[in-house]
């Protein structure tokens, strides 16, 4: 039997865990869903209803299941997991995750795991965009340095040429003075 403020801090957690933009659940050890907050529904477009003491995660996340099976595995076996991974959501829209599993661990037994899902969309496209960047700029110093080169070449050609007609002219010069003197 659960006291009033048992029932008070469960219904601020509940309050706390519908107004973040990450996406919370939890999911037992026969791997069906306990709890989901609002952002993990919106995830994958369910509700509450339809995904709470009804749904196991292979029936929610479809094909990405058998891409998350390792992870989720070495949960289940009492370890932290953290990975990235693209989720197609219920809309078309593709979205970059960070998901990290916490197994639920009592005595030494995994009871279950927490599931955290994060959108790390606009980080991933800001990476994007730098990498592109970064690409632009190293092209761009490799055009300056080629350009610097033929410079420097074309430099030290007109430098040969302008210093073979100095010598020439000195020669020419000397030529005259010894001619001058005999």
């Known amino acids: 039997m659960k006291l009033a403020s ?14 973040i933009s990450a996406a919370l659940t ?3 050890c026969d791997m069906v869903c306990r709890f989901a907050n ?21 029936e929610l996340i479809g094909p990405v299941y058998e891409l998350n099976l390792p992870y989720i595995l070495q949960a289940y076996e009492g370890h932290n997991q953290s990975f990235e991974r693209e989720i197609t959501l219920p ?12 197994p639920d661990i009592e005595n030494g037994i995994v009871k279950g795991i927490f599931v955290h899902v994060t959108d790390i969309t606009p980080t991933k496209t800001l990476e994007k ?6 690409k632009i700029i190293l092209d761009q110093n490799k055009r300056l340095k080629n350009f610097a ?16 007609m100095l010598k020439l002219l000195e020669n020419t010069h000397s030529f005259e003075t010894q001619t001058e003197i005999i």
């Open 129 to 134: 965009e730098l990498v592109k960047s970064n």
């Open 91 to 102: 809309t078309g829209e593709v979205r970059n995750s960070f998901v990290n599993y916490f």
């Open 149 to 164: 080169n033929i410079i420097t070449h074309n430099l030290k050609n007109y430098d040969y040429g302008f210093s073979g």
């Open 38 to 58: 609002a952002a993990y529904m919106v995830w994958f477009g369910k509700s509450q209803d339809e995904i709470v003491d009804k749904m196991t995660m292979k």
């Open 6 to 19: 048992e029932n008070s801090i469960d219904s601020l957690g509940l309050l706390v865990a519908d107004r």
């Open 26 to 28: 939890y999911w037992d």
